[in-house]
């Protein structure tokens, strides 16, 4: 009992030691994006194609690749149990937002709701689980995102918009590119088919650039908003309050009682503790509502992620193991 105790106590130690590294290195890799954009070396107008290329390249790139690994039943049942554990959190992040919010008046409703909601699980999530868990982590990750994405274009636009295009929300969906690489990824693992070296190399590098190059943007974020006056910003309080504390503690409680332990919970929770989605600003933008609010939510919530993720992190593996 006692040999146990000293070796689950063991690997606690080892996973908080790996995450305080981690944080460490995602610091210095957001500091880059920060400095760069101070010192003018990088212009903040380049943070656009920055992260299409991260979200079209990139990030498909590391799901696709995640999957080229022997079939194991197990990590099949997981994947199915990712899916459940993730549609579940999912659902309580909406059902908190509309409670928490419900006598709230103000006429940027629609996108603080959005803001508190939808994290930004593919920009800080994926780093650290990758750090944590390595590909089978960023399998029960892609799986939690692709979630994620159909929510976000049927429940999270309809509510900015205020109106529904069926068509058009599916379309979205179907052409989404992390969609599209699960898929793609999934065949090859459930048909087991055979990847060459030659392709299967260039996936890899292209997706180990998702680390450094998600880091980078998030500095780029944090350059160019003006922390003093969002922190004077009542709204965008609420925000953190409810994206970065409510959502997470509720989430973390409810896997407690229900008592799922391993990876596939450690991993979605991680993801369900991001901050907000950084489309929260485009959204803002397009359907005309304060930019600098939403902007302020992103800013701020990815701010404070670098103290909050690596801490969640440390306590999901100490607690949920």
């Known amino acids: 009992m006692i040999y146990f105790k000293g070796k689950r106590e063991k690997i606690q130690m080892n996973l908080a030691l790996i995450t305080a590294k981690q944080v460490v290195v995602l610091f210095i890799l957001i500091m880059s994006g920060f400095v760069c954009v101070k010192t003018k070396a990088v212009k903040i107008e380049g943070k656009k194609a920055f992260s299409d290329l991260l979200l079209y390249l990139v990030v498909p790139a590391m799901i696709i690749h995640s999957y080229i690994m022997d079939f194991n039943e197990e990590i099949l049942t997981n994947l199915v149990r990712s899916l459940v554990l993730s549609t579940i959190l999912m659902i309580i992040g909406i059902v908190v937002t509309l409670v928490i919010t419900m006598k709230v008046t103000s006429k940027d409703l629609p996108i603080l709701r959005f803001a508190c909601m939808f994290s930004n699980a593919a920009y800080m999530g994926f780093p650290l689980i990758q750090a944590l868990f390595g590909s089978e982590g960023l399998l029960y990750a892609s799986v939690y995102v692709t979630i994620f994405n159909i929510l976000l274009w049927t429940v999270g636009y309809a509510m900015v918009s205020r109106k529904v295009n069926a068509k058009e929300v599916l379309h979205t ?63 965008i309080m609420m925000v953190i309050a409810i994206r970065m504390f409510l959502i997470p503690a509720i989430s973390f409680a409810v896997f407690a009682l229900l008592g799922v332990k391993g990876m596939v919970p450690e991993v979605v929770l991680l993801l369900q503790a991001c901050p907000s989605a950084a489309i929260t600003s485009v959204f803002a933008v397009q359907f005309e509502y304060n930019e600098e609010t939403a902007a302020g939510s992103v800013v701020l919530t990815t701010l404070l992620s670098i103290i909050t993720l690596p801490a969640c992190a440390m306590l999901l593996t100490m607690m949920m193991r």
């Open 173 to 235: 969906i179907l052409t989404t590119p992390v969609i599209i690489s699960v898929v793609i990824g999934l065949i090859i693992y459930l048909c087991r088919i055979p990847v060459p070296s030659v392709i299967e190399q260039p996936l890899n590098i292209i997706g180990n650039m998702n680390t450094p190059l998600s880091m980078f943007i998030t500095g780029m974020l944090i350059a160019s908003g003006d922390v003093r006056s969002m922190l004077k910003n009542r709204e």
